[in-house]
Structure formats: structure tokens, C-alpha cells
């Protein structure tokens, strides 16, 4: 079992670059893509990078996948210490939403 790396990660660069991969994902089913985040994000953060990226990605990844039309929705909020991730979509089915925190160094 891989271990789980601590490193500090630039959180704004980190989400831009899955912002950068997912919405042509979405354009591609034809759904409009929405990002949220506060102004201001703190600039780094301690985190295992990969697994913070794999799981985003999984999670808008199935937004899409199931979402047949409309949009799916990536937002980000920020308060105190914890960073939190929603994703949400306008599909037909029940709307889903999976969080994930994080804590800013």
C-alpha cells in the first residue's frame, strides 16, 4: 500500500490545473462547468498532492459521467482552518455532493 506523502502544496495551482482538466471533460458532454472559490485561498497547504488530485478528479469525473444535462459544479469554500470541496450536478437523478477538507498550513 502506497504511503500517504505530506508535502506543501500551492492549493490555488493545484485546483486550477483540475479546473484546466475537467472542463473540457464537461464541454465534451455537453455540460456547462461551474468553478467556485473564495477571492482568497490559502496559498499553500500540507497534503499528499496526488491523492488530494486523484480524488477530486474521481469525484467531478463521475459528476459528469452521470450528469446528462446541465452542469457540474466544483466549489470550493474556506473558513478558519478547513478548506472544503463540493461537487454538484443538475442530473436528472438525485443530486450527489461529496466533501472533502483540508486544513491550510
Known sequence: MPRVRSEIVPLPD?????????RPAAKTEGLDFIYEAPARLPEYVRTDPHRLGQALLNRIGSAIEFTKEGSVTFAVRHHGQIATFMISDTGRHRARRSGAHLRPL
Request: glycine letters at 0%; proline letters at 0%.
Open 14 to 22: 493545484v485546483l486550477e490545473q483540475i479546473v484546466l482538466m475537467m
